[in-house]
């Protein structure tokens, strides 16, 4: 009994052992997403503005103009690599897209809460631990369906040839994807200049 209350004594203290981490949305890590937000919120606006042209111009381009809505996720989570981040880093775009482009702030804000959600959904699903590229085009293909569908009706593709149908939906494909290959490279060039340091 006495040896078992000398081993307890030596024992290291375990005080603080049931207490919650810090959380890991830490105020660096906000501010991170913010600088994303604002920087890829100002390409959405400008997005938002060329639709109406890109539309009554060179309608076959739209779903590339749509795609550009993937980088605040797509920077976001390569950059940091935690939970949330995806979302919240779209949310704040779609706040700036919106002081740009006011016409379009419900677009921006649905589609921030639609292409966010889906890239958080993707990455929750491996549980946040793999990061590797194939994860963040799985993604883009699920997000350009939806471009596809939304340049099907924009586009008024049922009144066009089948190989114009098939041209436009592809591209509409392929933008996001192409977007992603861009977040991607700008989030791992973010990475390595050690903006993913967080605080301790």
């Known amino acids: 009994m006495i040896a078992q209350t000398e081993a307890s004594a030596l024992a290291p203290a375990r005080y603080a052992e049931n207490v919650a981490p810090t959380s890991r949305l830490s105020t660096r890590v906000l501010l991170v997403c913010a600088a994303i ?3 890829t919120g100002l390409l959405g606006g400008i997005a938002g503005w060329i639709t109406i042209p890109v539309l009554a111009g060179i309608p076959v381009i739209y779903g590339i103009i749509l795609g550009v809505h993937v980088l605040p996720g797509i920077i976001a989570q390569e950059t940091l690599r935690l ?7 779209h949310l704040l775009a779609a706040l700036v897209s919106s002081a740009i482009a006011p016409v379009y702030a419900m677009q921006f804000i649905g589609t921030a ?8 959904l993707v990455a929750a699903i491996v549980r946040y631990r793999t990061w590797a590229a194939w ?3 799985i993604s883009a293909i699920v997000i350009g369906l939806i471009v596809a569908m939304a340049v099907f009706f924009a586009a008024h593709l049922g009144a066009m040839p089948l190989w114009a149908q098939i041209t436009y939906l592809t591209i509409s494909v392929l933008g996001p994807v192409g977007w992603t290959a861009v977040g991607l490279a700008v989030g791992a060039g ?10 301790v």
């Open 113 to 120: 809460i639609l292409f966010g959600g889906i890239q958080e």
């Open 83 to 89: 939970p949330w981040v995806a979302l919240i880093t």
């Open 135 to 137: 994860r963040f085009f």
């Open 190 to 199: 973010l990475r390595q200049a050690g903006v993913a340091r967080r605080s």
């Open 37 to 39: 937000g604002v920087a």
